[in-house]
């Protein structure tokens, strides 16, 4: 079974008859056979979706709710676990929904089109998730990074039981759960769907090796991986990140955590937090300062094409990292390029270790967790890979 569920304009040797952009098509073998039951848009980069494969199927936005409530569903036994209220519900074409990402951050649901797709079918996929989980607000925003490949406006929706609110007013503090952690959920024009719950599992593994390290926290957004090493038992951590805003919802976070007494007294007299650019700043740290990194860059390779630069990029900053930590030091390392393979990005921290004279010991082997599933059909979807290594020189 292979449903790679993208077909682009060059594979496609005959459309007929004629019909609109935003319909659905059904495909077929060039001697006749059925394909699938595909979603066409010639304003979007990939012009045909696959859905499904089902000839008997029946293509709706019935169908599209039906999509976004099974996925939910699938999720039944993850809403519920410990300490952790904020979830991925649909992981886009994981999920067989092109283009569309639901997060939930207990009780709001966040979605994040980037696809026409995903633009064309909203109210179905906000009416699925109102009757599937019933949250006190729904806001829907599109990727911007996605917006341009498809000529899509970037837009700020907000539906309270179902119905679209006129005005988008903001709401009191909103705070939710992630491993006992509380974080308080960021408003306005945020990143992503305001945090990147992609990253529970790893965290927690952070935690795990930060007793009595100095860690160095690049690209910390609002600190998933701080507050964890500081319930860790680290010495110290120094988190970096670009963003004025994240840095300051950082802070704030290792205050309300301190008060509530999720993290040791005493926390924010062991963190530092400052405003730069990591791949300059790694350069200015002396050696041996730390003896734990974290290097999470954002998506550094949007696109197949910009693959070999993104791989060079990725091997300066590690490569920085192995000659900059002390021996023995450990470093999680991160790529979130779905154009990026585990194959690639293992490769490059071979050629990165190389570089840096240093041997590199694979201690755990990092993913998403399950609530961002890897569809063996949509290898894209493996987009987050990463590896906890000890770096030995
Ligand atoms: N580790 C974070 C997620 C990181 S997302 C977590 O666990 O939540 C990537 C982050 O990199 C974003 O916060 C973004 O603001 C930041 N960023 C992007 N380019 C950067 C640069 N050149 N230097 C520093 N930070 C950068």
């Known amino acids: 079974m292979k449903h790679h569920p993208w077909i682009f304009s060059g594979a496609i040797s005959r459309i007929e008859p004629r019909f609109a952009a935003g319909d659905w098509a059904d495909v077929f073998t060039s001697d006749g056979r059925f394909i699938a039951h595909g979603w066409y848009d010639e304003k979007s980069h990939i012009i045909l979706h696959l859905l ?11 169908f599209v709710q039906k999509l976004a409530k099974t996925s939910i569903a699938r999720r039944d036994g993850m809403l519920g676990e410990d300490g952790t209220n904020a979830l991925r519900l649909i992981h886009g074409e994981a999920d067989f929904l092109p283009g569309v990402a639901v997060d939930i951050y207990a009780g709001i649901a966040r979605i994040v089109i980037s696809s026409r797709f995903g633009d ?5 996929i906000v009416r699925a998730v109102q009757e599937e989980i ?14 341009s490949a498809e000529n899509l406006k970037a837009y700020r929706r907000i539906f309270i ?10 709401f009191a503090d909103h705070l939710f759960l992630e491993d006992h952690l509380l974080y308080s959920l960021e408003q306005g024009n945020v990143q992503k769907s305001g945090f990147y719950c992609d990253q529970r599992e790893n965290r927690k593994i952070a935690e795990g090796y930060a007793e009595g390290r100095n860690v160095l926290d690049l690209f910390s957004y609002t600190g998933g991986f701080t507050l964890h090493v500081l319930r860790g038992g680290c010495k110290s951590v120094k988190a970096v990140d670009s963003s004025e805003s994240a840095l300051q919802a950082l802070m704030e976070q290792v205050k309300l ?10 926390s924010s007299d062991r963190l530092s937090a400052e ?4 791949f300059e700043y790694i350069r200015s740290i002396n050696e041996n300062e730390y003896d734990m990194m974290i290097l999470d860059p954002p998506k550094l390779a949007k696109t197949k094409s910009a693959l070999e630069n993104a ?27 779905g154009a990026v393979s585990r194959e690639d ?9 190389k570089d840096a004279g240093a041997e590199v010991q694979i201690l755990n082997t990092l993913s998403a967790g399950p609530d961002h599933p890897i569809r063996l059909s949509f290898p894209e979807s493996e987009y987050l890979k990463g590896y906890a290594i000890r770096v030995l020189k």
């Open 52 to 62: 499904s494969w089902d000839e008997d199927e029946t293509m709706s936005g019935k």
């Open 120 to 124: 064309h079918f909203l109210q179905d």
């Open 134 to 147: 019933d949250p006190e607000r729904i806001e829907a925003v599109v990727d911007r990074s996605y917006a």
């Open 161 to 170: 039981n179902g119905e679209e609110m006129e005005k988008d007013e903001s």
């Open 257 to 266: 955590n301190e008060n509530h007494g999720n993290i040791p007294k005493g």
């Open 275 to 278: 405003m730069a650019d990591c």
């Open 311 to 337: 791989l060079r990029a990725y091997k300066d900053l590690n490569r920085v990292a192995m000659m900059k930590i002390r021996d023995g030091g450990i470093i999680f390392t991160f790529s979130c390029s």
């Open 345 to 353: 990005f293992r490769m490059m921290l071979g050629w990165a270790a």
